[in-house]
């Protein structure tokens, strides 16, 4: 149910905006996978919730840009 409200939420931001975090998230989930396989990272389930996130708001931006150009 968590999840629901947050696509909702995201479902508010612009398509740049989603691009932006995208753009931010890949780059956080590259520093925690390299954290991880140097035994460093404290808390691994943070990459799960990160590829998460990340594929509610591709799925976002998937929506919004089947909205704009319909396919023929």
Known sequence: MV??????????????EIRGRVA????ELFNL????SMKQLDNPVKIRSNRREMARL????RE???????TA
């Open 3 to 16: 999840a629901h409200a947050r696509a909702n939420t995201m479902r508010d931001l612009s398509a740049d």
């Open 64 to 70: 919004k840009e089947g909205t704009a150009a319909p």
């Open 58 to 61: 591709l799925t976002v931006l």
């Open 33 to 36: 996978r390299f954290r991880n």
């Open 24 to 27: 931010e998230l890949r780059e």
